[in-house]
């Protein structure tokens, strides 16, 4: 009787502590311009994406058009510009590409804002080729290892495109069902919350795939803008988090996101039983 009396005196005082409160979000928020800009020092034409910001989970966000665009060097300028067919994106001239030892600029224009960053470039670094194993499960094949997510040295992202289109019984597939690029990050950092990240759904493939696989060079800027993504993304979720915030920009008045450049280096494996 005593224990019983006990607990429904210390629900009481918990329940006593509660208070209510109503909280309001923002309706839109504080910037206008969200940037996702990398250029790399391959020869093509480089695709800067510029969007206007969300206020809801899983909304798609609306492209930022009519923009002026332009990138810099000491020796350079080039004019982007938008696609008419992908608004929003603004391309450099085909035969672009970005050198070591420049410093390049971003301006970006419309009405009477005006938003600039600046970026330099790492070169890029062969590297071990990826592993994959199979899945006794279903005979397919996935991404086992492609780089230490730790490092004490240069950070990288890793871009992984895989193409089956060809392989015989996924021609007729669409894209979404023959084709997966994978993202992979070594950062000079190690998180908690990454090494408690949520689980990552494996993306599996046949035998005769074709596995694009490119590293690319991150100063420690871009390296620290990538972990607090991830930190706000990936990483969350998990048994341990962190309190939600801005992520680190080096785009100028208020604008979001961040104006990267990076050596590219490339290799092609063809997956075999």
Known sequence: MRKILHNIILTIMISGCVKETVWTPPDSPQTNLVVDAIITDEVKSHKIYLTTPVSQLNQSPKPYTGASVLISNEDSTWQLTENPADPG????????????????????????????????????????????????????????????????????????????????????????????RLLFYTLPTLDVSEVFAPRMETTFFPA?????????????????FIREALLETNWTGGLFTVAPANVTTNMSNGALG????????????????
Not at 209 to 216: G, K, L, P, Q
Not at 258 to 273: N, P
């Open 258 to 273: 961040f104006f990267g450049a990076c050596g590219v280096y490339e290799l092609s494996i063809i997956v075999t039983r």
């Open 89 to 180: 994106c603004y391309q450099t001239p085909s035969w672009f590409s970005a050198k070591l030892q420049k410093n390049y600029s971003l301006v970006i224009a419309r009405n009477d804002q005006v938003y600039t960053a600046k970026a330099t470039m790492l070169p890029s670094k062969p590297f071990p080729e990826l592993k994959y194993l199979k899945n006794d499960g279903n005979n397919l094949y996935y991404v086992d290892w492609v780089a230490n997510a730790f490092t004490t040295g240069e950070a990288a992202m890793w871009e992984l495109l895989i193409d089956w289109s060809l392989v015989p019984g996924y021609e007729q597939l669409d894209s979404l069902h023959n084709h997966a």
């Open 208 to 224: 005769g795939a074709n596995i694009t696989e490119r590293r690319y060079s991150l100063t420690p800027a871009h390296a620290e």
